[in-house]
């Protein structure tokens, strides 16, 4: 039931992008995706419910493909700020009350 | 703004002890979740209350055991604390009942380290 998160890492130079994936065997009401620093609680980023819809704001955005349970976070132009260990979460029905985090994707941006 | 506020920050306990941790959610959050999070892995999914109910249940170990009070702080209880426990405890609330997007607020965590 956990989603399947790739790569596992990645490292870029400031100003390249990132593409961090999510999939899920499970048809899924909702993906979140959320990033956490080192020994900090994790911070929502962006919700997508079913329906395909895509979101963004600043040079984060990210697309849900419901058929295809998967979802992808995109990352234009890379600032430092961005480093960190980013999850996606899936629900699996609307007020679910359990969201399950993949295992992460650690993204490490040089100067 | 509030946030989640959990307590204590840190603690330290020996093998066979007991620990109890606890949650206050952001004002009119009525759904809390308690996730454990070893160190390099995941937020493990514990447990979950809506309106002092537990709503969902997770990969909890039988010795812990957690509720939502009617001011919708919650609490976590660890008995028989195994070295294994050792991780930071992460407590989200969110105003599910005013929608259905289950927007996660995260606390700072608890550290909880059994030596």
């Known amino acids: 039931q956990q989603p399947v998160q790739s790569p596992q890492a990645v490292i870029l130079r400031e100003g390249e992008d990132a593409v961090i994936n999510c999939s899920s065997s499970?048809?899924?009401?909702?993906v979140h995706w959320y990033r956490q620093k080192h020994g900090e609680a994790p911070v929502f980023l962006m919700i997508?419910?079913?329906?395909?819809e895509q979101k963004g704001h600043d040079k984060i955005s990210a697309s849900f493909n419901e058929k295809k349970q998967q979802s992808s976070l995109y990352l234009t132009a890379s600032q430092l700020s961005y480093s960190g260990t980013y999850f996606c979460?899936?629900?699996?029905?609307?007020?679910?009350?359990?969201?399950?985090f993949g295992k992460g994707t650690r993204l490490h941006i040089l100067p | 703004a509030a946030g989640v506020i959990q307590s204590p920050r840190h603690l330290i306990k020996e093998k066979r002890e007991t620990a109890t941790l606890k949650c206050y959610p952001i004002?009119?959050?009525?759904?809390v979740y308690w996730y454990q999070q070893g160190p390099g892995q995941d937020p493990q999914f514990l447990i979950s209350?809506?309106?002092?109910?537990?709503?969902d249940k997770g990969s909890i170990p039988d010795r812990f055991s957690a509720q939502q009070f009617s001011d919708y702080h919650s609490e976590l209880n660890m008995s028989s604390l195994e070295l294994g426990d050792s991780a930071l405890y992460f407590c989200?609330?969110?105003?599910?009942?005013?929608?259905?997007?289950?927007?996660?607020?995260f606390g700072a965590g608890s550290r909880l380290t059994v030596l």
């Open positions: 004002p009119r959050h009525d759904t």
């Open positions: 209350f809506y309106e002092k109910m537990q709503s």
């Open positions: 499970k048809a899924l009401y909702s």
């Open positions: 979460g899936t629900e699996i029905k609307n007020r679910d009350d359990k969201i399950i």
């Open positions: 997508l419910l079913k329906g395909g």
């Open positions: 989200a609330s969110t105003p599910r009942g005013e929608s259905g997007a289950n927007v996660l607020t």
